[in-house]
């Protein structure tokens, strides 16, 4: 019985110092994680970029190019029609089809599964760093659009 009170001393005190060091260290781990720290709120340029299913619904009229930022497999099981799809987290892979399609001037929408959901500001970060300068986040997103029970594509 007495090692087993021994145990837990020392383990209270092993608690004690790493929280101690954890709260003085620069770069310390948080101990509650908030919905910022999984999804990033948008930066300025991103949020100015924002539009809405109407707006996407009228740019689609006018030849806009819409990309879907979900992976391949959310992309097979339906997609805004006419969208091609960048995944996220291989865009490079995918971006030739974007560039066979639209120019650097043309207006192109992406969209993920709708928020919370930061596929879409890394895809639109990529689309500018490569030279898209006229290109838009729909935040709504594949949930809005269900939601508003439009056209999907398979």
């Excluded at 994680?33 to 619904?57: G, K």
């Amino acid at each position: 019985m007495r090692s087993i009170w021994r145990i837990a001393i020392i383990m209270l005190a092993a608690s004690v110092a790493a929280a101690a060091a954890n709260a003085i260290h620069p770069k310390r781990i948080a101990w509650f994680v908030t919905r910022d720290m999984i999804y990033p709120p948008p930066t300025p340029a991103q949020a100015a970029a924002a539009i809405r299913r109407q707006q996407v619904i009228e740019a689609m009229q006018q030849a806009a190019m819409i990309v879907d930022a979900r992976s391949p497999d959310h992309f097979v099981e339906g997609h805004i029609p006419g969208a091609i799809n960048i995944p996220y987290d291989n865009p490079t892979e995918y971006l030739a089809a974007l560039q066979e399609r639209a120019l650097p001037d043309d207006l192109v929408i992406v969209y993920c599964g709708g928020e919370p959901c930061d596929e879409s500001q890394m895809v639109f970060d990529l689309l500018r760093q490569v030279g898209y300068q006229n290109v838009r986040i729909y935040f709504g997103g594949w949930r809005d659009w269900l939601e508003a029970k439009l056209d999907v594509e398979k």
